[in-house]
Nanobody, 116 residues
């Protein structure tokens, strides 16, 4: 049974930082590129960052480039998203999934709220 469990979200002031984690189980994590996605109220889910199988290649949406960093630990079956200089427009539910998202893999996500 595939499980992706996101954690680390919360309420943070503009300019603050958060580190999200996504623990994977039920599939061969080290064989897949991974991605962090987010969905803000009233908007479609979007890919914000992705990472290759061994972590050597990363890509970011323009809106987060220079502020977010994606990384992974294949020994722990975990992918991370370090988010710095957070803005109110980063407020969303954040999810992880494979780089080409699999419908049955979506977890509950973790809420990130950026507000003063």
């Amino acid at each position: 049974q595939v499980q992706l469990v996101e954690s680390g979200g919360g309420l943070v002031q503009p300019g603050g930082s958060l580190r999200l984690s996504c623990a994977a189980s039920g599939f061969t994590f080290s064989s897949y590129g991974m991605g962090w996605y987010r969905q803000a109220p009233g908007k479609e889910r979007e890919l914000v960052a992705s990472i290759s199988i061994l972590g050597g290649t990363t890509n970011y949406a323009d809106s987060v480039k220079g502020r977010f960093t994606i990384s992974r630990d294949n020994a722990k079956n975990t992918v991370y998203l370090q988010m710095n200089s957070l803005k109110p427009e980063d407020t969303a539910v954040y999810y992880c999934n494979t780089r080409v998202p699999r419908p049955g893999y979506w977890g509950q996500g973790t809420q990130v709220t950026v507000s003063s």
